[in-house]
């Protein structure tokens, strides 16, 4: 995940400073050119400060109305390819660039003032970036143009326009001023709620203190690493390496309830006032566009294209998990009573959301013999990485090399150069950055911060993304090892980065992961299929002390142990996206009363007392709104991608990966995803190798 570049439409407010743009282009100055990165073609910089910032936003704010004002006050008869479309285009690729350094810095920068200045100058891009949005005549520009000259320029270059006039329209540009502006400012407003729920779950640093009896049950290592208070105590964050360990193993259930509880409850008071509103408002400019709700309005630009289609969806998905998720259940409970038999806690019949990961992993454990901890010891970091990224060069063709002694924004993040193994041709670079710090981003996350497009210059801009994540730090005594599940995100989040980088498109609209909404999920989760099988496994793991392989009975275990838990898992996914949904048809809703009434329908338990999951649920302000369905819907295509072409043909297949990365990787968004299946798999996709993945009978 990375904020999407955001494309502007313009109207003339002031007199063009130049007459021309390209005399504008011999005049303007980058705000970055003293400080410019010394890495071969990548602009970014991480030399900043909060002045730097603040006037590199003025002056990129300053050049973009430059150039829309001179595409708005172009006539009608006067438009041309060169003077709209190629002047916007060109816009967008040197925008996205300033635009995605300034804001990352809110994420990753480990200076408090950088942040907080990343945020203050997100908050007036974006909106100047609605303002642009919001340009008629640019608009009225691009309709004049298409009308003009409808078979000038290339396939993807109409695609750029219809697409441009297509958001223009959601902008409500062909509706009366008085309702253009109404949407302006609910824009606006969205904008700055969304960079604020952002930034109260960055800066949250809750501490709970606990003692060691308390965290009973818990791998002796992980309570060696944990600080400790003036009393003894132990410190324990709500960040995921240290939560996620104590809700799995920690026998105390006091312990997991107030854990649990809290984890639940961060930002809960300024994060549900602000969700609630962005609802309000997300519905009120679906009805002033004439759409019944806003999950219509979203869905309409996505694969699915209507929200009913969705809900039918996840509902027949739901009906067939049930089934699994009940004798899971029956399980658990088992597992409960033997447990507060054995230690003497309070058995009440019930499982609760503290109780879940803990007899999730405890399944995993007694059904599959899978010991967590001890397969931790085979997946140290730098094991795990070497052999990532050795897969991923052998399966796309490409070349990684690091690059040594470069400007990095924390001393942790490490530079690679991208070359294709062919061609010899730089294809970009990545950035990782993959241990929690203060301040920085909770979760794990790609984001594009170049995109791959064709400059100004006409020459190819190379694609920068990063990859930041929150693994397990190492200690004095142990390198960082991973859980499996973390092996899994880091294959996952890496596989945006091979999209980011591995796409070709001309425009920047379109660059990288630039794809429906409902289908960018599907190349990454498609690559998770490599953390299952025997051989990638084996390349990516060695023990931490002898070097030794994982024994061949602890891989079959592992891999045997992939439909685990698999009912209520997966219904833990369609209740977060039933739930995405559900408020995304609403003009007003109480969302911790709704969240623990879908949960009570989904799971068959409620929300713990005072808690408000969708405070913290990042995605349904970054982006994701009405949409995170998609992460379940994208699995029919990505489970349709692996068992058709790489389960048959060889999941190391040098032909097979060379067509994966022609076909679904290289358009972007260029193309439409349906377009990007039938070219890879030779026929439209279907869903029966995505209910077998999840333990279903397909013909059932």
Not at 69 to 90: I, M, P, Q, R, W
Not at 172 to 195: A, F, N, V, W
Not at 345 to 371: C, F, N, P, S
Not at 506 to 526: H, K, W
Request: aromatic residues 10%; proline residues 4%; contains cysteine.
């Amino acid at each position: 995940m990375g904020k999407p570049v955001l494309f502007l439409r313009a109207r003339a407010l002031l007199k063009p400073a130049f007459n021309t743009l390209s005399a504008y282009y011999r005049h303007y100055t980058n705000p970055f050119a003293d400080i410019m990165s010394s890495t071969k073609d990548n602009k970014l910089i991480w030399k900043l400060t909060p002045d730097i910032i603040k006037k590199s936003a003025d002056d990129l704010m300053t050049k973009t109305k430059t150039v829309y004002d001179t595409v708005g006050a172009l006539s009608s008869e006067s438009v041309t390819y060169n003077s709209v479309v190629k002047a916007l285009a060109d816009n967008d690729c040197e925008y996205a660039v300033v635009r995605n350094n300034l804001d990352f810095m809110q994420h990753v920068s480990p200076d408090k003032d950088l942040r907080n200045s990343s945020v203050e100058v997100d908050k007036k891009l974006s909106e100047f970036d609605v303002e642009m949005s919001m340009r008629q005549d640019v608009f009225d520009a691009l309709v004049a143009f298409e009308k003009k000259s409808s078979t000038d320029g290339s396939t993807e270059s109409k695609r750029y326009v219809e697409r441009m006039i297509k958001l223009g329209r959601r902008n409500g540009l062909h509706l009366p001023t008085d309702k253009q502006q109404k949407i302006k400012e609910i824009k606006k407003r969205m904008s700055d709620l969304s960079i604020d729920f952002s930034k109260n779950l960055n800066e949250e640093n809750t501490i709970l203190t606990f003692t060691e009896e308390e965290l009973a049950g818990v791998p002796e290592d992980f309570l060696k690493s944990l600080e400790k208070n003036e009393d003894g105590k132990l410190k324990v964050s709500l960040k995921y390496p240290h939560y996620f360990p104590c809700m799995k193993k920690a026998r105390n259930p006091e312990t997991r309830k107030k854990l649990e509880t809290a984890f639940n409850s961060r930002c809960l008071k300024p994060n549900t006032a602000i969700l609630e509103e962005l609802v309000e408002l997300r519905s009120q400019k679906a009805d002033i566009l004439g759409f019944p709700t806003h999950a219509a309005f979203v869905l309409d630009m996505r694969m699915a294209k209507d929200p009913e289609k969705v809900r039918t969806f996840l509902v027949d998905l739901a009906q067939k998990l049930r089934p699994l998720q009940e004798q899971e259940v029956k399980v658990y409970l088992e597992y409960k009573k033997e447990e507060c038999d054995k230690y003497g806690y309070e058995y009440d019949g019930k499982i609760h959301y503290w109780d879940l990961r803990y007899y999730m992993t405890m399944t995993e454990e007694r059904q599959y013999a899978v010991d967590s901890n001890l397969l931790k010891e085979y997946f140290p970091m730098e094991v795990v990485t070497t052999g990532l990224l050795d897969i991923y060069q052998e399966l796309l063709n490409l070349k990684f090399t690091q690059v040594k002694d470069v400007e990095v924004w924390h001393p942790e993040v490490t530079l690679y150069s991208v070359v294709d193994r062919e061609s010899s041709n730089l294809l970009g670079y990545f950035y990782l950055d993959l241990y929690p710090r203060e301040g920085k981003y909770g979760h794990a996350a790609c984001f594009g911060l170049q995109p791959g497009c064709i400059q100004p210059d006409g020459k190819r801009q190379i694609t920068v993304a990063a990859m930041v994540a929150n693994f397990t730090k190492p200690t004095e005594d142990k390198p960082a090892l991973l859980t499996h599940d973390e092996v899994e995100t880091y294959f996952h989040e890496f596989g945006h980065v091979m999209h980011q980088i591995c796409a070709q498109s001309e425009f920047a609209l379109f660059s990288g992961t630039s794809v429906e909404r409902d289908f960018v999920e599907a190349p990454s989760q498609m690559l998770e299929n490599w953390c299952w099988e025997k051989e990638p496994l084996q390349r990516m793991s060695k023990h931490y002390k002898t070097g030794e392989a994982i024994p061949d009975h602890l891989l079959d275990k592992l891999i045997k142990s992939r439909i685990a838990n698999a009912g209520m898992f997966n219904l833990r996914q369609i209740l977060l996206g039933m739930f995405d949904q559900t408020i995304h048809t609403q003009k007003k809703v109480d969302t911790a009363k709704l969240f623990s009434e879908i949960s009570q329908e989904y799971l068959g338990f409620p929300s713990t007392e005072g808690t408000n999951m969708s405070a913290s649920f990042g995605h349904l302000a970054g982006g994701y709104d009405a949409q995170y369905y998609g992460y379940m819907w994208s699995e029919v295509f990505c489970m349709d991608m692996f068992y058709t072409r790489f389960k048959k043909e060889g999941i190391m297949s040098p032909k097979v990966g060379g067509d994966y990365r022609r076909c679904i990787l290289q358009p972007g968004g260029s193309i439409d995803a349906a377009d990007m299946l039938r070219n890879f798999l030779g026929r439209d996709p279907t869903p029966e190798a995505f209910l077998i993945s999840k333990g279903l009978n397909p013909n059932a």
